[in-house]
């Protein structure tokens, strides 16, 4: 299982931690993706954790301001969001992908919904002007 959790109100310019509880997995293993629905919009990629390499990727729209990290003793992964938008509201959601042993080294995560085979609940977020 994958919770999402972490949203809620904040106005232009603050900050929020988003994390992402997995259960029943070792995260250690997985890719994470984080993912943003805007009202009315289609889902989009904000960031994404390969597993074991520690390479990670993120939109243009939020690099320098996001910020994807995990801790693995907690099995839970993070998005730390800063300079906050009130573009950047919307439900966030996590989700993983497994990497084999053979190619944890190698393996790059993509930005990208189908990448990703597993999916948790979002949680809100919601930036006030």
């Known amino acids: 299982q994958l919770q999402a959790s972490g949203g809620g109100l904040v106005q232009a310019g603050g900050s929020l931690r988003l994390s992402c509880a997995a259960s029943?997995?070792?995260?250690?293993?997985?890719?994470i993706g984080w993912f943003r629905q805007a009202p009315g919009k289609e889902r989009e990629g904000l960031s994404c954790s390969s597993s074991k390499n520690g390479v990670t990727k993120y939109a243009y729209s939020v690099k320098d301001r996001f910020t994807i990290s995990r801790d693995n003793g907690k099995n839970t992964a993070y998005l730390e969001m800063s300079s906050l938008k009130p573009e950047d509201t919307g439900v966030y959601y996590c989700?993983?992908?497994?990497?084999?042993?053979?190619?944890?080294?190698?393996?790059?995560?993509?930005?990208?919904?189908?990448?990703?085979?597993?999916w948790g609940q979002g949680t809100l977020v919601t930036v006030s002007s």
């Open positions: 029943g997995f070792t995260l250690d293993y997985y890719a």
């Open positions: 989700a993983t992908k497994l990497v084999s042993p053979w190619d944890e080294g190698s393996y790059v995560c993509r930005v990208s919904e189908d990448e990703y085979g597993f």
